[in-house]
């Protein structure tokens, strides 16, 4: 576990877990978030997952998966926002649990925090990437490159996103991406940099930029981003 240096989150830190099952995962998540609800403790798991196809809350198997889709692949229900999407070997999965409510973020700001930290690391890779009106992510001019859905759960957040790496990308046939067919997709590894990237790496840039975020909207008195509404489908807000 890395022990992050931090002014205003001193009580911060990053676990990279490798390959993962996804059951195993999620039980760690709910495990985690026990400990945050509360307190100042930020955990922050970067990880990849066996090949899994997740469905968040507006998902449905008959309307998201490809006829074609590899059986042997396991479906999983989850209670993200979103729709469905594609995890695999090479795709960095970031997973951070905070307590909003202690901190004063509201949800949609803590969605700009995550989506300007890893539009941040892409481009220390030299990939420029944006945000769209159409859906959520980020995307190249070349296609989705990252995928955002998370809960929250009485002020305590969980899920988070998912960053296209070096996976096999065309897996991503098997599903409806954010409710589009056979949507255009990226990934970084197709891009030229004399910069390590494999996965550990990628994740400890990005958390150094997710830092610098918090820290930004930590210091502004209003909301800095307005991404997303209030309903915004990437988000599942619980208060039970």
Same mark, same amino acid.
């Given at each position: 576990?890395?022990?992050?240096?931090?002014t205003?989150?001193?009580?911060? $830190?990053? %676990?990279?877990? =490798? !390959?993962?099952?996804?059951?195993?995962?999620? *039980?760690?998540?709910?495990?985690?978030? &026990?400990?945050?609800?509360?307190?100042?403790?930020?955990?922050?798991?970067?990880?990849?997952?066996?090949?899994?196809?997740?469905?968040?809350?507006?998902?449905?198997?008959?309307?998201?998966?490809?006829?074609?889709?590899?059986?042997?692949?396991?479906?999983?229900?989850?209670?993200?926002?979103?729709?469905?999407?594609?995890?695999?070997?090479?795709?960095?999965?970031?997973?951070?649990?905070?307590d909003?409510?202690?901190?004063?973020?509201?949800?949609?700001?803590?969605?700009?925090?995550?989506?300007?930290?890893?539009?941040?690391?892409?481009?220390?890779?030299?990939?420029?990437?944006f945000? $769209?009106? %159409?859906?959520? =992510? !980020?995307?190249?001019?070349?296609?989705?490159? *990252?995928?955002?859905?998370?809960?929250? &759960?009485?002020?305590?957040?969980?899920?988070?996103?998912?960053?296209?790496?070096?996976?096999?990308?065309?897996?991503?046939?098997?599903?409806?991406?954010?409710?589009?067919?056979s949507?255009?997709?990226?990934k970084?590894?197709?891009?030229?940099?004399?910069?390590?990237?494999?996965?550990?790496?990628?994740?400890?840039?990005?958390?150094?930029?997710?830092?610098?975020?918090?820290?930004?909207?930590?210091?502004?008195?209003?909301?800095?981003?307005?991404?997303?509404?209030?309903?915004?489908?990437?988000?599942?807000?619980?208060?039970?």
């Amino acid at each position: 576990m890395t022990e992050l240096n931090s002014t205003n989150f001193e009580n911060l $830190s990053a %676990e990279f877990l =490798g !390959l993962q099952d996804y059951s195993d995962v999620l *039980a760690k998540q709910l495990e985690l978030v &026990d400990t945050v609800r509360g307190t100042k403790t930020i955990r922050v798991l970067g990880l990849e997952f066996k090949p899994v196809i997740t469905l968040g809350v507006r998902g449905r198997r008959e309307d998201d998966l490809a006829e074609s889709v590899d059986v042997s692949i396991p479906v999983v229900k989850t209670d993200r926002g979103g729709q469905a999407t594609m995890h695999m070997p090479g795709q960095l999965v970031v997973y951070p649990m905070m307590d909003l409510k202690t901190y004063g973020i509201g949800v949609r700001d803590f969605v700009c925090v995550l989506s300007k930290a890893t539009a941040a690391t892409l481009n220390h890779y030299g990939i420029e990437a944006f945000s $769209s009106d %159409e859906a959520p =992510g !980020l995307y190249t001019v070349r296609g989705k490159i *990252a995928f955002i859905g998370i809960r929250l &759960d009485r002020g305590v957040v969980r899920h988070g996103l998912s960053l296209n790496v070096s996976n096999d990308i065309g897996q991503f046939g098997a599903i409806r991406s954010c409710g589009v067919t056979s949507a255009a997709v990226d990934k970084m590894a197709d891009y030229k940099t004399s910069l390590p990237m494999d996965l550990n790496s990628v994740f400890q840039n990005w958390m150094i930029e997710f830092q610098r975020e918090l820290d930004l909207v930590q210091r502004a008195n209003t909301e800095i981003c307005s991404l997303q509404s209030p309903k915004d489908p990437l988000t599942i807000v619980s208060n039970h």
